[in-house]
């Protein structure tokens, strides 16, 4: 049976998904397009609910093209989304990233991807990051949503191994000495703040990123660091 009504009880979960407060009350988020749910797939996730567009000859439930675009959070639509389990971890390493007032979701979403690019094994929130399962985060991600374990971390004492801030004011740049050995947490703070000098002073040490503008992207910055870090020199 297609559904035609975007009001249809099992699509209005959809709808509350898109907001944090629809995200924190039921523990779920949405994912939409056949590129993100086949990434869920192959790392194993299973959804909640599906739905596609009628005629697709894709799984899940049917529903009718208008109603489906009257839910998508994209602005072309989609031919399909499914509803997925939050997962939350531990903080682990060997190497993972700590963000800290990284407020928005494309670049959550982007550090994400990085992170699954290189290798790093967790992503870890802190206070005034995004929500990693926002839509736009999701997207932004391309599906590294999966595969990286996120965490949620308020204290700089609780990340994994040693930690080295990225302050524009440091005076090692992060090919200027070697990587410390071992578990290693990167510290990434807002794009126009950056780190808090408290956090900046209670990390293992501070390395900057040379450049001849004001500022970096938080994405790039961060993606900038892991191929320092983990490139073969």
């Not at 039921?26 to 567009?53: K, T």
């Not at 399909?80 to 682990?92: D, F, G, K, N, V």
């Not at 929130?125 to 391309?142: E, H, I, N, Q, Y």
Request: proline residues 6%.
């Amino acid at each position: 049976m297609t559904i035609h009504n975007p009001q249809h009880p099992n699509l209005n979960q959809v709808t509350l998904l898109r907001t944090r407060r629809g995200r924190d009350r039921s523990g779920r988020f949405v994912a939409e397009g056949e590129d993100l749910i086949a990434a869920a797939a192959a790392n194993g996730w299973q959804p909640v609910d599906s739905f596609v567009a009628e005629g697709s000859g894709l799984i899940g439930t049917e529903v009718s093209e208008e109603a489906l675009a009257e839910v998508s959070a994209l602005g072309s639509g989609t031919r399909a989304l499914a509803i997925y389990e939050q997962r939350w971890s531990e903080p682990t390493g060997p190497l993972a990233l700590w963000l800290h007032g990284v407020g928005d979701p494309g670049n959550v979403g982007t550090i994400i991807r990085s992170a699954h690019a290189f290798g790093a094994s967790s992503v870890i929130l802190g206070p005034g990051s995004a929500d990693p399962f926002g839509p736009k985060a999701v997207r932004a991600s391309m599906g590294a949503i999966f595969s990286v374990a996120v965490a949620r971390v308020d204290e700089l004492e609780a990340v994994p191994g040693t930690t080295v801030a990225l302050a524009a004011s440091a005076p090692v740049e992060l090919d200027g000495a070697p990587w410390p050995e071992g578990e290693l947490t990167l510290l990434i703070g807002a794009e126009r703040e950056g780190l808090p000098a408290a956090i900046v002073a209670g990390a293992s040490e501070a390395r900057s990123i040379a450049i001849d503008g004001d500022s970096l992207n938080a994405a790039m910055a961060a993606t900038i660091a892991l191929y320092s870090c983990t490139r073969k020199v």
